[in-house]
Nanobody
Framework: QVQLVESGGGLVQPGGSLRLSCAASGTIRSIYSMDWYRQAPGKQRELVATITSGGTTNYADSVKGRFTISRDNAKNTVFLQMNSLKPADTAVYYC??????????????WGQGTQVTVSS
């Protein structure tokens, strides 16, 4: 099967930076888009950034100019570089991958989430 494992979360002061990673493993044939979502307490999960297999990126307005999504296709890994962090960025960050497994159809997989806390 497929597993997505996130890492890189933690506590950071306002204005600081963090880099999240998400590695996909298993019997993967092709990964199409890889995305980062976040969910703050009491709020709905929201899309933060997305990147296609060809490298096309898209960002939520709230993070444009501060966050950068990238991916290493050879390692089935997506990254989220977060700069100039604000307390409003505090949330659990989730990785999502749209992919096909060997002999299978397109499906969506989620990681377990990593906590990002921005506080002084």
């Amino acid at each position: 099967q497929v597993q997505l494992v996130e890492s890189g979360g933690g506590l950071v002061q306002p204005g600081g930076s963090l880099r999240l990673s998400c590695a996909a493993s298993g019997t993967i044939r092709s990964i199409y888009s890889m995305d980062w979502y976040r969910q703050a307490p009491g709020k709905q999960r929201e899309l933060v950034a997305t990147i296609t297999s060809g490298g096309t990126t898209n960002y939520a307005d709230s993070v444009k100019g501060r966050f950068t999504i990238s991916r290493d296709n050879a390692k089935n890994t997506v990254f989220l570089q977060m700069n100039s962090l604000k307390p409003a960025d505090t949330a659990v960050y989730y990785c999502k991958a749209t992919l096909t497994v060997l002999g299978g159809l397109i499906n969506i997989y989620w990681g377990q989430g990593t906590q990002v806390t921005v506080s002084s």
